[in-house]
Protein backbone atom coordinates (compact mmCIF):
# COMPACT_ATOMS: atom_id res chain seq x y z
CA UNK A 1 0.00 0.00 0.00
CA UNK A 2 1.47 3.35 -1.03
CA UNK A 3 1.97 5.99 1.19
CA UNK A 4 -0.93 8.11 0.56
CA UNK A 5 -3.02 5.29 1.25
CA UNK A 6 -1.79 4.85 4.01
CA UNK A 7 -2.51 8.40 5.03
CA UNK A 8 -6.33 8.05 4.09
CA UNK A 9 -6.30 4.64 6.65
CA UNK A 10 -5.29 6.33 9.13
CA UNK A 11 -8.75 7.98 10.08
CA UNK A 12 -11.33 5.20 8.73
CA UNK A 13 -11.99 3.63 11.85
CA UNK A 14 -12.37 6.55 14.21
CA UNK A 15 -14.64 8.05 11.65
CA UNK A 16 -16.70 5.06 11.04
CA UNK A 17 -17.25 5.07 14.98
CA UNK A 18 -18.56 8.14 15.18
CA UNK A 19 -21.08 7.55 12.25
CA UNK A 20 -22.01 4.86 13.59
CA UNK A 21 -22.88 6.53 17.21
CA UNK A 22 -24.54 9.18 15.32
CA UNK A 23 -26.45 6.96 13.60
CA UNK A 24 -27.84 5.51 16.79
CA UNK A 25 -28.57 8.73 18.17
CA UNK A 26 -30.49 9.29 15.10
CA UNK A 27 -32.25 6.16 14.97
CA UNK A 28 -32.99 5.10 18.41
CA UNK A 29 -32.89 9.09 20.38
CA UNK A 30 -31.94 7.44 23.64
CA UNK A 31 -31.99 10.31 26.74
CA UNK A 32 -28.88 12.62 26.83
CA UNK A 33 -27.71 11.00 30.34
CA UNK A 34 -27.75 7.17 28.45
CA UNK A 35 -25.80 8.26 25.42
CA UNK A 36 -25.06 11.58 24.56
CA UNK A 37 -24.29 12.53 21.03
CA UNK A 38 -20.82 13.32 19.67
CA UNK A 39 -22.00 16.37 19.47
CA UNK A 40 -22.88 17.22 22.88
CA UNK A 41 -19.71 15.03 24.29
CA UNK A 42 -17.38 18.20 22.36
CA UNK A 43 -19.75 20.62 23.87
CA UNK A 44 -19.29 19.29 27.32
CA UNK A 45 -15.71 19.08 26.94
CA UNK A 46 -16.14 22.74 25.67
CA UNK A 47 -17.98 24.23 28.41
CA UNK A 48 -16.07 22.54 30.95
CA UNK A 49 -13.06 23.00 29.70
CA UNK A 50 -11.09 24.94 32.65
CA UNK A 51 -12.67 21.59 34.76
CA UNK A 52 -10.91 19.32 32.47
CA UNK A 53 -7.84 20.96 32.23
CA UNK A 54 -7.30 21.23 36.28
CA UNK A 55 -8.30 17.53 36.78
CA UNK A 56 -6.12 16.72 33.74
CA UNK A 57 -3.12 18.44 35.91
CA UNK A 58 -3.57 16.12 38.43
CA UNK A 59 -3.91 12.62 36.87
CA UNK A 60 -0.67 13.90 34.06
CA UNK A 61 1.57 14.68 37.59
CA UNK A 62 0.87 11.44 39.53
CA UNK A 63 1.13 9.19 36.02
CA UNK A 64 5.03 11.32 35.11
CA UNK A 65 5.91 11.17 39.02
CA UNK A 66 4.87 7.11 39.49
CA UNK A 67 6.44 6.41 35.55
CA UNK A 68 9.55 8.44 36.93
CA UNK A 69 9.93 6.67 39.95
CA UNK A 70 9.23 3.12 38.03
CA UNK A 71 11.84 4.23 35.74
CA UNK A 72 14.37 4.78 38.57
CA UNK A 73 13.70 1.73 40.65
CA UNK A 74 13.32 -0.59 37.80
CA UNK A 75 16.17 0.44 35.91
CA UNK A 76 18.85 0.09 39.11
CA UNK A 77 16.92 -3.20 40.07
CA UNK A 78 17.39 -4.36 36.51
CA UNK A 79 20.99 -3.36 36.37
CA UNK A 80 21.52 -5.43 39.33
CA UNK A 81 19.81 -8.55 38.65
CA UNK A 82 21.30 -8.24 35.04
CA UNK A 83 25.11 -8.23 36.79
CA UNK A 84 24.90 -10.56 39.70
CA UNK A 85 23.36 -14.29 39.75
CA UNK A 86 22.82 -13.55 43.28
CA UNK A 87 20.82 -11.18 43.38
CA UNK A 88 19.01 -12.59 40.48
CA UNK A 89 18.18 -15.63 42.36
CA UNK A 90 17.26 -13.74 45.57
CA UNK A 91 15.08 -10.67 43.86
CA UNK A 92 13.79 -11.97 40.33
CA UNK A 93 11.57 -14.21 41.57
CA UNK A 94 9.59 -12.32 43.88
CA UNK A 95 9.35 -9.75 41.11
CA UNK A 96 7.25 -12.03 39.09
CA UNK A 97 5.83 -13.64 42.12
CA UNK A 98 4.53 -10.26 43.23
CA UNK A 99 2.39 -9.27 39.54
CA UNK A 100 0.61 -12.82 40.57
CA UNK A 101 -1.14 -10.27 43.26
CA UNK A 102 -3.44 -7.65 41.37
CA UNK A 103 -1.92 -4.35 41.93
CA UNK A 104 -5.19 -2.81 41.77
CA UNK A 105 -6.49 -4.57 44.53
CA UNK A 106 -3.53 -2.96 46.46
CA UNK A 107 -5.27 0.82 46.16
CA UNK A 108 -8.30 0.37 48.61
CA UNK A 109 -5.67 -0.35 51.20
CA UNK A 110 -3.04 1.82 50.74
CA UNK A 111 -5.35 4.28 50.67
CA UNK A 112 -5.65 3.96 54.51
CA UNK A 113 -2.32 4.24 54.84
CA UNK A 114 -1.14 6.77 52.95
CA UNK A 115 -2.66 10.46 51.08
CA UNK A 116 -4.68 10.06 48.02
CA UNK A 117 -2.19 11.87 45.77
CA UNK A 118 0.70 9.58 47.17
CA UNK A 119 -1.76 6.35 46.38
CA UNK A 120 -2.53 6.95 42.80
CA UNK A 121 1.89 7.70 42.41
CA UNK A 122 2.68 4.64 43.91
CA UNK A 123 0.09 2.30 42.31
CA UNK A 124 0.95 3.49 39.01
CA UNK A 125 4.78 3.10 39.47
CA UNK A 126 3.92 -0.73 40.82
CA UNK A 127 1.66 -0.90 37.72
CA UNK A 128 4.68 0.13 35.29
CA UNK A 129 7.74 -1.02 37.16
CA UNK A 130 6.67 -5.14 36.04
CA UNK A 131 7.66 -4.18 32.05
CA UNK A 132 10.70 -1.83 32.62
CA UNK A 133 12.16 -4.45 34.93
CA UNK A 134 11.82 -7.19 32.34
CA UNK A 135 12.75 -5.35 29.31
CA UNK A 136 15.23 -3.78 31.06
CA UNK A 137 17.21 -7.19 32.03
CA UNK A 138 16.46 -9.16 29.28
CA UNK A 139 17.82 -6.23 27.12
CA UNK A 140 21.26 -6.18 29.33
CA UNK A 141 21.41 -9.77 29.09
CA UNK A 142 21.04 -10.23 25.11
CA UNK A 143 23.75 -7.85 24.06
CA UNK A 144 26.29 -9.74 21.59
CA UNK A 145 29.16 -11.48 23.16
CA UNK A 146 30.89 -11.25 20.01
CA UNK A 147 31.32 -7.12 20.65
CA UNK A 148 32.13 -7.17 24.53
CA UNK A 149 34.93 -9.42 23.69
CA UNK A 150 36.49 -7.48 21.23
CA UNK A 151 36.18 -4.01 22.92
CA UNK A 152 37.67 -5.98 25.43
CA UNK A 153 40.55 -6.84 23.52
CA UNK A 154 41.11 -3.18 22.28
CA UNK A 155 41.67 -2.04 26.62
CA UNK A 156 37.97 -1.36 27.76
CA UNK A 157 37.74 -2.07 30.89
CA UNK A 158 34.69 -3.82 32.30
CA UNK A 159 32.55 -0.48 33.01
CA UNK A 160 33.52 1.20 29.65
CA UNK A 161 31.85 -2.01 28.02
CA UNK A 162 29.21 -1.65 30.06
CA UNK A 163 27.99 1.80 29.21
CA UNK A 164 29.24 1.45 25.43
CA UNK A 165 28.31 -2.01 24.87
CA UNK A 166 26.14 -3.68 27.03
CA UNK A 167 23.83 -0.43 27.69
CA UNK A 168 23.50 0.45 23.94
CA UNK A 169 22.40 -3.26 23.12
CA UNK A 170 20.02 -2.99 25.78
CA UNK A 171 17.92 0.28 24.74
CA UNK A 172 15.70 -1.09 21.73
CA UNK A 173 13.71 -3.68 24.47
CA UNK A 174 13.94 -0.83 26.99
CA UNK A 175 11.90 1.53 24.96
CA UNK A 176 9.03 -1.41 24.16
CA UNK A 177 9.05 -1.53 28.17
CA UNK A 178 8.47 1.75 28.27
CA UNK A 179 6.12 2.45 25.75
CA UNK A 180 4.00 -0.38 27.50
CA UNK A 181 4.74 1.51 31.00
CA UNK A 182 3.43 4.74 29.75
CA UNK A 183 0.09 3.26 29.02
CA UNK A 184 -0.04 1.30 32.22
CA UNK A 185 0.97 4.31 34.64
CA UNK A 186 -1.93 6.05 33.25
CA UNK A 187 -4.62 3.66 33.90
CA UNK A 188 -2.70 3.12 37.38
CA UNK A 189 -3.33 6.50 38.33
CA UNK A 190 -6.93 6.63 37.00
CA UNK A 191 -7.81 3.41 38.77
CA UNK A 192 -6.15 4.56 41.63
CA UNK A 193 -8.52 7.98 41.66
CA UNK A 194 -11.50 5.63 41.57
CA UNK A 195 -10.71 4.42 45.34
CA UNK A 196 -10.71 8.17 46.48
CA UNK A 197 -9.55 11.18 45.41
CA UNK A 198 -9.83 14.68 45.64
CA UNK A 199 -9.26 15.35 42.01
CA UNK A 200 -8.25 13.80 38.74
CA UNK A 201 -10.04 12.55 35.32
CA UNK A 202 -10.83 9.17 37.15
CA UNK A 203 -12.38 11.09 40.27
CA UNK A 204 -14.16 13.72 37.13
CA UNK A 205 -15.18 10.44 35.44
CA UNK A 206 -16.63 9.24 38.48
CA UNK A 207 -18.53 11.97 40.17
CA UNK A 208 -19.91 12.84 36.76
CA UNK A 209 -21.55 9.82 36.20
CA UNK A 210 -23.09 9.73 39.81
CA UNK A 211 -24.84 13.23 38.97
CA UNK A 212 -25.92 11.65 35.44
CA UNK A 213 -23.44 14.04 33.89
CA UNK A 214 -22.62 11.21 31.21
CA UNK A 215 -21.40 14.04 28.12
CA UNK A 216 -18.75 14.86 30.84
CA UNK A 217 -17.48 11.89 31.69
CA UNK A 218 -16.94 11.06 28.30
CA UNK A 219 -15.03 13.79 27.64
CA UNK A 220 -12.67 13.31 30.29
CA UNK A 221 -12.19 9.65 29.22
CA UNK A 222 -11.53 11.56 25.98
CA UNK A 223 -8.75 13.29 28.09
CA UNK A 224 -7.07 10.11 29.77
CA UNK A 225 -6.94 8.63 26.12
CA UNK A 226 -5.09 11.67 24.64
CA UNK A 227 -3.16 11.45 27.28
CA UNK A 228 -2.04 7.35 27.08
CA UNK A 229 -1.12 8.23 23.26
CA UNK A 230 1.00 11.12 23.80
CA UNK A 231 3.17 9.57 26.38
CA UNK A 232 3.15 6.77 23.99
CA UNK A 233 4.24 8.98 21.14
CA UNK A 234 6.89 11.20 23.31
CA UNK A 235 8.30 7.40 24.21
CA UNK A 236 8.43 6.74 20.93
CA UNK A 237 10.31 10.10 19.79
CA UNK A 238 12.97 9.87 22.63
CA UNK A 239 13.47 6.22 21.02
CA UNK A 240 14.26 7.30 17.40
CA UNK A 241 16.87 10.50 19.16
CA UNK A 242 18.26 7.97 21.24
CA UNK A 243 18.63 5.19 18.74
CA UNK A 244 19.01 7.13 15.42
CA UNK A 245 20.84 4.59 13.82
CA UNK A 246 17.36 2.45 13.93
CA UNK A 247 16.10 4.58 11.45
CA UNK A 248 18.76 6.47 9.56
CA UNK A 249 21.83 5.57 7.45
CA UNK A 250 24.15 8.58 8.64
CA UNK A 251 25.01 10.38 11.62
CA UNK A 252 22.32 13.08 12.16
CA UNK A 253 23.44 16.15 12.61
CA UNK A 254 21.93 16.80 15.92
CA UNK A 255 23.33 13.93 17.20
CA UNK A 256 26.57 14.35 19.77
CA UNK A 257 27.12 11.23 20.57
CA UNK A 258 31.05 10.13 19.76
CA UNK B 1 56.11 -3.00 17.04
CA UNK B 2 55.93 -6.72 17.00
CA UNK B 3 56.45 -9.78 20.20
CA UNK B 4 56.97 -12.64 20.46
CA UNK B 5 53.68 -14.74 21.31
CA UNK B 6 54.12 -17.86 23.26
CA UNK B 7 51.15 -20.55 24.16
CA UNK B 8 52.77 -23.09 26.86
CA UNK B 9 50.60 -25.78 27.91
CA UNK B 10 47.38 -24.51 27.85
CA UNK B 11 44.63 -26.68 29.23
CA UNK B 12 40.56 -25.80 29.38
CA UNK B 13 37.77 -27.43 30.30
CA UNK B 14 34.15 -26.58 29.94
CA UNK B 15 32.27 -28.40 32.30
CA UNK B 16 32.97 -32.04 31.94
CA UNK B 17 33.70 -31.07 28.25
CA UNK B 18 37.99 -30.98 27.80
CA UNK B 19 38.56 -27.88 24.75
CA UNK B 20 41.83 -27.39 25.09
CA UNK B 21 44.21 -30.43 26.30
CA UNK B 22 47.46 -28.91 26.36
CA UNK B 23 48.31 -26.42 23.20
CA UNK B 24 51.67 -24.93 22.48
CA UNK B 25 52.53 -22.72 20.07
CA UNK B 26 54.81 -19.81 19.18
CA UNK B 27 54.55 -17.09 17.10
CA UNK B 28 57.90 -14.83 16.12
CA UNK B 29 57.78 -11.26 16.05
CA UNK B 30 56.28 -10.28 13.40
CA UNK B 31 55.44 -13.94 11.67
CA UNK B 32 51.99 -14.78 10.30
CA UNK B 33 50.87 -18.04 11.78
CA UNK B 34 47.41 -19.86 10.88
CA UNK B 35 45.97 -22.07 12.84
CA UNK B 36 43.53 -24.45 10.86
CA UNK B 37 40.71 -26.81 12.16
CA UNK B 38 37.63 -28.30 11.24
CA UNK B 39 34.38 -25.78 12.87
CA UNK B 40 34.01 -26.68 16.86
CA UNK B 41 37.72 -27.55 17.81
CA UNK B 42 38.18 -24.98 20.31
CA UNK B 43 39.79 -22.33 17.66
CA UNK B 44 37.93 -19.47 19.42
CA UNK B 45 38.47 -20.81 23.04
CA UNK B 46 41.85 -20.52 22.23
CA UNK B 47 41.46 -16.99 21.04
CA UNK B 48 39.84 -16.37 24.12
CA UNK B 49 42.16 -17.49 26.20
CA UNK B 50 45.24 -15.82 24.63
CA UNK B 51 43.18 -12.32 24.54
CA UNK B 52 43.50 -12.99 27.53
CA UNK B 53 39.32 -12.41 27.99
CA UNK B 54 39.46 -16.47 30.04
CA UNK B 55 41.84 -17.89 32.03
CA UNK B 56 43.13 -21.22 31.49
CA UNK B 57 42.68 -23.87 34.34
CA UNK B 58 46.57 -24.60 33.08
CA UNK B 59 49.54 -23.13 31.05
CA UNK B 60 50.43 -19.65 30.39
CA UNK B 61 50.27 -17.14 27.63
CA UNK B 62 53.78 -15.47 27.17
CA UNK B 63 54.61 -12.22 25.20
CA UNK B 64 58.35 -11.79 24.69
CA UNK B 65 59.26 -14.44 27.21
CA UNK B 66 57.20 -12.41 30.12
CA UNK B 67 53.82 -13.53 31.35
CA UNK B 68 51.18 -12.01 29.52
CA UNK B 69 49.24 -8.92 31.70
CA UNK B 70 45.91 -10.90 32.98
CA UNK B 71 44.28 -8.08 31.73
CA UNK B 72 42.92 -8.02 28.28
CA UNK B 73 44.51 -5.34 26.10
CA UNK B 74 48.09 -5.80 24.88
CA UNK B 75 46.58 -8.35 21.89
CA UNK B 76 43.90 -7.18 19.23
CA UNK B 77 41.10 -9.47 18.52
CA UNK B 78 39.50 -8.93 15.24
CA UNK B 79 36.33 -11.48 15.15
CA UNK B 80 34.51 -13.98 13.11
CA UNK B 81 32.01 -11.58 11.86
CA UNK B 82 30.46 -8.23 12.41
CA UNK B 83 31.52 -6.62 15.26
CA UNK B 84 31.46 -2.59 14.89
CA UNK B 85 29.23 -1.26 17.34
CA UNK B 86 25.51 -0.74 15.38
CA UNK B 87 24.77 3.07 17.26
CA UNK B 88 28.34 4.43 16.31
CA UNK B 89 28.99 5.32 12.93
CA UNK B 90 31.90 3.96 10.86
CA UNK B 91 34.65 6.86 12.01
CA UNK B 92 33.56 6.16 15.65
CA UNK B 93 34.17 2.50 15.34
CA UNK B 94 37.59 3.15 13.60
CA UNK B 95 38.62 4.92 15.85
CA UNK B 96 37.72 3.18 19.49
CA UNK B 97 41.00 1.42 19.70
CA UNK B 98 42.93 4.32 19.48
CA UNK B 99 40.47 5.86 21.71
CA UNK B 100 40.89 3.07 24.23
CA UNK B 101 44.89 3.11 24.06
CA UNK B 102 44.91 7.03 24.59
CA UNK B 103 46.19 7.87 21.12
CA UNK B 104 45.73 11.84 20.84
CA UNK B 105 43.77 13.11 18.45
CA UNK B 106 42.13 9.70 17.95
CA UNK B 107 38.96 11.17 15.94
CA UNK B 108 41.24 12.94 13.33
CA UNK B 109 43.67 9.66 12.47
CA UNK B 110 40.66 7.89 12.72
CA UNK B 111 39.20 9.89 9.73
CA UNK B 112 42.42 9.88 7.83
CA UNK B 113 42.55 5.96 8.14
CA UNK B 114 38.99 5.54 6.67
CA UNK B 115 40.63 7.57 3.67
CA UNK B 116 43.47 4.98 3.51
CA UNK B 117 41.05 1.94 3.95
CA UNK B 118 39.01 3.00 0.94
CA UNK B 119 35.96 4.35 2.53
CA UNK B 120 36.00 7.65 2.58
CA UNK B 121 32.67 8.96 2.22
CA UNK B 122 30.88 6.94 4.18
CA UNK B 123 32.54 8.41 7.64
CA UNK B 124 29.09 8.82 9.18
CA UNK B 125 27.38 5.96 7.93
CA UNK B 126 26.12 3.55 10.69
CA UNK B 127 27.32 -0.07 9.89
CA UNK B 128 23.95 -1.58 8.84
CA UNK B 129 24.39 0.72 5.81
CA UNK B 130 27.48 -0.41 4.48
CA UNK B 131 28.58 -4.18 3.20
CA UNK B 132 30.24 -6.61 4.93
CA UNK B 133 33.21 -6.33 2.94
CA UNK B 134 32.97 -2.35 4.26
CA UNK B 135 32.48 -3.31 7.73
CA UNK B 136 35.36 -5.54 8.08
CA UNK B 137 37.62 -3.33 6.35
CA UNK B 138 36.57 -0.75 8.96
CA UNK B 139 37.33 -3.59 11.67
CA UNK B 140 40.23 -3.83 10.11
CA UNK B 141 41.21 -0.26 10.62
CA UNK B 142 40.53 -0.07 13.85
CA UNK B 143 42.46 -3.12 14.47
CA UNK B 144 45.41 -1.67 12.87
CA UNK B 145 44.77 1.73 14.61
CA UNK B 146 44.68 0.38 18.09
CA UNK B 147 48.49 0.04 17.67
CA UNK B 148 48.22 -3.45 19.35
CA UNK B 149 51.93 -5.66 18.95
CA UNK B 150 49.68 -8.81 18.56
CA UNK B 151 46.81 -9.19 16.00
CA UNK B 152 44.16 -12.41 17.05
CA UNK B 153 42.38 -13.04 13.57
CA UNK B 154 38.75 -15.32 14.17
CA UNK B 155 38.07 -16.39 10.76
CA UNK B 156 37.57 -12.69 9.86
CA UNK B 157 36.98 -13.17 6.27
CA UNK B 158 34.42 -16.12 6.56
CA UNK B 159 31.65 -14.43 6.13
CA UNK B 160 32.43 -12.53 2.56
CA UNK B 161 32.02 -13.29 -0.89
CA UNK B 162 35.06 -14.67 -2.86
CA UNK B 163 35.92 -11.79 -4.05
CA UNK B 164 35.68 -8.73 -1.23
CA UNK B 165 37.66 -12.28 0.61
CA UNK B 166 40.52 -11.97 -2.32
CA UNK B 167 40.51 -8.02 -2.04
CA UNK B 168 40.60 -8.33 1.71
CA UNK B 169 43.40 -10.66 1.64
CA UNK B 170 45.50 -8.33 -0.72
CA UNK B 171 44.63 -5.54 1.60
CA UNK B 172 45.50 -7.32 5.16
CA UNK B 173 48.74 -8.29 3.40
CA UNK B 174 49.63 -4.90 2.91
CA UNK B 175 48.65 -3.44 6.19
CA UNK B 176 51.00 -6.49 7.92
CA UNK B 177 53.74 -5.66 5.53
CA UNK B 178 53.71 -2.28 6.89
CA UNK B 179 52.96 -2.86 10.41
CA UNK B 180 54.96 -5.63 11.19
CA UNK B 181 52.69 -7.09 14.14
CA UNK B 182 52.53 -10.96 15.61
CA UNK B 183 49.39 -12.25 13.84
CA UNK B 184 47.94 -15.53 15.42
CA UNK B 185 45.01 -16.21 12.87
CA UNK B 186 42.43 -18.93 13.06
CA UNK B 187 40.46 -20.26 10.43
CA UNK B 188 38.79 -23.54 9.08
CA UNK B 189 39.86 -22.45 5.09
CA UNK B 190 43.11 -23.80 3.68
CA UNK B 191 43.16 -21.79 1.55
CA UNK B 192 42.98 -18.47 3.69
CA UNK B 193 46.42 -19.89 5.28
CA UNK B 194 48.17 -20.83 2.27
CA UNK B 195 47.29 -17.23 0.76
CA UNK B 196 48.07 -15.06 4.26
CA UNK B 197 50.17 -17.14 6.52
CA UNK B 198 54.23 -17.81 6.74
CA UNK B 199 53.67 -20.77 8.77
CA UNK B 200 50.70 -22.78 9.05
CA UNK B 201 49.35 -25.48 11.96
CA UNK B 202 46.61 -27.79 11.83
CA UNK B 203 44.50 -28.94 14.44
CA UNK B 204 42.22 -32.39 14.94
CA UNK B 205 38.44 -32.27 16.60
CA UNK B 206 37.75 -31.13 19.73
CA UNK B 207 40.07 -31.46 22.31
CA UNK B 208 42.75 -29.06 20.67
CA UNK B 209 46.47 -31.14 21.88
CA UNK B 210 49.03 -31.35 19.65
CA UNK B 211 49.34 -28.90 16.43
CA UNK B 212 50.76 -30.56 13.05
CA UNK B 213 53.02 -27.75 11.04
CA UNK B 214 52.34 -28.64 7.56
CA UNK B 215 55.39 -27.82 5.28
CA UNK B 216 54.89 -24.27 3.16
CA UNK B 217 57.07 -23.82 -0.04
CA UNK B 218 57.85 -20.42 -0.66
CA UNK B 219 57.76 -17.49 1.14
CA UNK B 220 54.56 -14.54 0.47
CA UNK B 221 53.36 -13.35 -1.88
CA UNK B 222 53.03 -17.22 -3.02
CA UNK B 223 52.32 -18.34 -6.52
CA UNK B 224 49.08 -20.27 -7.58
CA UNK B 225 50.68 -23.39 -7.60
CA UNK B 226 52.65 -23.08 -3.78
CA UNK B 227 49.47 -22.32 -2.88
CA UNK B 228 47.44 -25.27 -4.20
CA UNK B 229 50.68 -26.83 -2.30
CA UNK B 230 50.13 -25.41 0.86
CA UNK B 231 46.41 -26.36 0.57
CA UNK B 232 46.76 -30.36 -0.50
CA UNK B 233 49.37 -30.63 2.84
CA UNK B 234 46.65 -28.76 5.01
CA UNK B 235 43.91 -31.41 3.62
CA UNK B 236 46.70 -33.79 4.42
CA UNK B 237 47.09 -33.24 7.74
CA UNK B 238 43.32 -32.93 8.74
CA UNK B 239 42.25 -36.01 7.35
CA UNK B 240 45.28 -37.62 8.76
CA UNK B 241 44.18 -35.74 12.42
CA UNK B 242 40.33 -36.70 11.77
CA UNK B 243 41.70 -40.49 11.46
CA UNK B 244 43.34 -39.63 14.63
CA UNK B 245 40.44 -38.55 16.33
CA UNK B 246 37.96 -41.03 15.30
CA UNK B 247 40.71 -44.16 16.59
CA UNK B 248 41.23 -42.86 19.93
Request: proline share 7%; glycine share 8%; aromatic share 6%.
Amino acid sequence: MSRAWRRLALPVLPLGGLLAWQAVIWLERPRDWLLPSPGAVWWAAWDHRDRLWFHARATLTETLVGLGIALAAGLVLAAGIAASRALEAAVYPWVVASQAVPILSLAPVMAVWLDYTLTQIIVAALLCVFPVIVTAVDGLRGGDATLARTVRTLGASRGWTWWHVTVPAALPSLFSGLKLAAVFAVTGAVVAEYVGADRGLGYLTEISTAQFETALAMAAIAVLGLIGVLLFLLVALAERLALPHRHRATRPTWSTHT
Amino acid sequence: MSAELALRGLVLGRGEVAVLAGVDLTVAPGEVVALVGPSGCGKSTLLDVAAGLVPPDAGEVRLDGGPAPDRPGRLALMPQGDSLLPWRTLADNVAVGARLAGVPDAAARAREAVTRYGLAGFEDHYPHALSGGMRQRAALARTALAGRPVWLLDEPFGALDALTRAELHAEVADVWARLRPTVLLVTHDPDEAAVLADRVLVSGPRPMGRLVEVAVPEARPRTPAARAAVREHVMDALRAQHAVGRTA
